[in-house]
């Protein structure tokens, strides 16, 4: 662990355990209650729960006119997920399409895939996506819970958002319990994971919580190792009945792979390099990511609720490799080239500030939220384009060597995105068993951009506005329908980027229109989702047929599908979680050039869109110490190109873990990862190169609370 974490660590987890032992004595045993319940809870779909991410308005999902799933902290220790954006990968229609270079986070939902059309936000904060990466968080450890909003949520988050949100919703300080946790692992390859955690209140007014987690790992190939610590802490202020104050502080450091893929021969990767990595010796991936906020709850008046969160966040990143290998004609070498080395040094900070007021219009009931999100994000970019390099190596003797450019990394540009945008989302109860959900949201964005070696400025204003109108039906208590139309924005190229470095095209805009159900299932402790959906992106750059060499904004994509997840307890001791998904995605109006020709792509899937996704997981309570878990996901084939030429074949992966509750307070679970050991490809680049999952690992952790 870096030296410095480890004592910042070390340090805070002392001055929590001094505040944990000057509270009340009888705090520890309900933090036993609280966790023993939490992992025994009833199976479903946390229908009737708050859900923050569907909505401002304080809904539950059940309540929401969209599709909202989530996952909880103990669901994710059932299943010994312990990097963030494996939990959203188990939520219905989500699979991941990730690369060393977008730090492995890219996801994908609906037809639609990357950074630019799946926001992801920790605790509602927005992470503004700076040249396709966002590389915060990555431990589960002081999460609370994973949200997902499936299909637009522009209204709610603003640009980039045509495809899902993901917010990751970390542990809070608690007034009502105390809570001390800590776990510890070992496994295949070198792998230990390290965490512990404290919250709860210091006295009447002061509250805490402390998270702090390591983990290393030697790789399964060479390359694959990777080293991260990650620290959250908070402390809560009731100031007096209604107002209080939380200051979050977070912080992470991730060593990470630097495994850029293995070389296929014949379109197929060969068992004899698939535990390769061709990487220099010095290749570096490393990110280093802080933020900090300040949240302020105010109830003014009876039904007047005033909320402000102010944040800053800082993220610096830092790539060294030779990033592309193929097998030369012969198959007996591998070239390597692209030697890149990319900086990021960027800075976000913004204030979002709003006001929830319960009143009745009419004689009925209404909640109406008015808010005002204010942000700017700075970037430095730095490279060594054009990224020049290139060596060959024999795979069966390999030297790495080391990374060696013509051309030195120095400052490329500099890009400043600011965003203002005033939003209001109502809730009125038009009749007995319906309710109207409605939004609206208008940006001002200001966008700058310097190329630092040209000395060329450059500046762009957008002004989107986005919306959404929905109704739900409730015909009895555990039954409800519902309809939505929603509008959303992305970027064509990132939001700190301008597309093919023109200032003349606009965002591109979307459309959705969905009607779905969701309900119980009493005699089963279960619940069921059902949702439908169709989904029109245009605004698409496509070239010109008459003139290839000019791209205009005139392309379209859509796609429309079905999802449908279902949890219940088949049987006493027998619970089950699944879900699936299928759509259709399509270019309706896409072309590109091909050696100078502008060739069409209408009717054609895009690249990386798997058409069929499932998860399931299942767990049987066989003795009253012992739980067996059983998951598998499967993942449709994904086209490696706009013309479907190439394509990453569908796979399925199963995991199982077998857990001795050995007291209340601790917990042994052997979880077993990618049981039948299959190769198969997260992505790739056509048919030359895969970025290969992780072959059957096992793990041993140890959960305790004390």
């Excluded at 009833?42 to 729960?49: K, Q, R, Y």
């Excluded at 929905?470 to 309809?483: F, K, L």
Aim: glycine share 10%; hydrophobic share 40%; charged share 20%.
């Amino acid at each position: 662990m870096n030296l410095r974490l480890k004592k910042a660590a070390w340090a805070a987890a002392s001055l929590a355990l001094a505040a944990s032992a000057h509270g009340k004595a009888e705090e520890q045993p309900l933090a036993t209650v609280h966790i023993t319940e939490s992992r025994q809870a009833p199976a479903g779909l946390s229908l009737d729960d708050s859900n923050g991410t569907g909505s401002r308005l304080g809904l539950s999902a059940r309540e929401t006119p969209a599709s909202v799933s989530t996952l909880g902290a103990a669901d994710i220790a059932e299943r010994s997920l312990t990097r963030a954006q494996d939990v959203a990968i188990r939520m219905p229609g989500m699979s991941e399409a990730p690369a060393p270079g977008n730090g492995g986070s890219s996801l994908s939902a609906r037809g639609f895939g990357g950074h630019n059309s799946v926001a992801q936000l920790v605790d509602g904060t927005r992470l503004v996506v700076a040249a396709g990466t966002i590389s915060y968080p990555f431990s589960t450890w002081p999460l609370e819970a994973v949200e997902v909003l499936r299909g637009p949520a522009s209204v709610l988050y603003g640009d980039g958002a045509i495809g899902a949100a993901v917010n990751y919703v970390t542990k809070q300080p608690q007034f009502g319990r105390s809570r001390r946790e800590a776990l510890f692992g070992a496994g295949s390859y070198g792998t230990w994971q390290a965490g512990v955690g404290f919250s709860g209140p210091i006295d009447d007014s002061l509250a805490y919580s402390l998270y702090a987690d390591a983990e290393k790992s030697d790789g399964y190939r060479r390359d694959n190792g990777y080293e991260r610590q990650n620290v959250s802490g908070a402390l809560a202020w009731r100031v007096n009945a209604d107002l209080s104050a939380t200051l979050s502080l977070d912080a992470g450091r991730n060593d990470d792979a630097r495994y850029f893929g293995t070389p296929l021969r014949n379109g197929k990767p060969d068992p004899s390099l698939r535990r390769i990595s061709f990487n220099v010796d010095d290749a570096l991936v490393r990110y280093n990511d802080r933020i900090g906020r300040l949240r302020l709850d105010y109830r003014a008046a009876p039904g007047v609720r005033l909320r402000n969160e102010s944040y800053y966040l800082t993220s610096k990143r830092h790539w060294r490799n030779a990033e592309t290998y193929t097998l030369n004609a012969a198959g007996t070498m591998v070239n390597r080239g692209d030697y890149l080395e990319i900086l990021h040094d960027q800075e976000q900070y913004g204030n979002r500030f709003d006001a929830v007021v319960d009143g009745r219009i009419g004689g009925l009931a209404n909640r109406v939220v008015v808010g005002f999100d204010w942000y700017r994000t700075r970037l430095v970019h730095s490279n060594n384009a054009p990224y020049g390099g290139a060596s060959t190596v024999d795979p069966y003797d390999f030297a790495p060597g080391l990374f060696v450019s013509p051309v030195p990394t120095i400052p490329g540009r500099r890009a400043e995105l600011e965003t203002r945008a005033l939003y209001a989302e109502d809730m009125l109860d038009i009749a007995p068993g319906w309710k109207m959900v409605a939004g609206l949201r208008r940006d001002a964005m200001d966008f700058d951009h310097r190329d630092l070696r040209s000395g060329v400025a450059l500046g762009k204003k957008y002004a989107p506005v986005t919306g959404r109108l929905g109704a739900v039906w409730s015909p009895n208590a555990q039954v409800s329908v519902y309809g939505q139309f929603g509008t959303a924005t992305d970027p064509l190229s990132g939001a700190l980027a301008l597309p093919n470095g023109s200032v003349s095209f606009d965002l591109t805009r979307g459309r959705q229109l969905e009607f779905g159900a969701k309900g119980a299932l009493p005699a089963l402790k279960g619940e069921w989702t059902l949702a439908a959906y169709r989904i029109e992106k245009r605004n698409l750059l496509s070239r010109d047929p008459d003139n290839p060499g000019v791209a205009q904004q005139i392309g379209q994509q859509s796609s429309t599908g079905l999802e449908v997840a279902f949890a219940a307890e088949l049987l006493r001791g027998w619970t089950i979680d699944a879900n699936a998904a299928v759509l259709r995605a399509r270019y309706d109006d896409f072309k590109e050039v091909v050696a100078g020709q502008a060739v069409s792509r209408d009717g054609n899937t895009p690249a990386g869109v798997p058409e069929r996704t499932a998860s399931v997981w299942t767990r049987y309570r066989f003795l009253p110490q012992w739980d067996a878990g059983l998951g598998a996901r499967y993942v449709g084939l994904r086209e490696s190109n706009a013309a479907n030429t190439v394509s990453l074949p569908a796979y399925t992966v199963l995991d199982a873990s077998l857990a001795w509750r050995q007291s209340p307070a601790l917990t042994l679970t052997l979880a077993v990862k990618n049981l039948a050991d299959r190769d198969y490809a997260l992505s790739g680049s056509g048919g030359l190169r895969w970025l290969l999952g992780a072959p059957r690992t096992v793990q041993l952790t140890a959960r305790s609370s004390f």
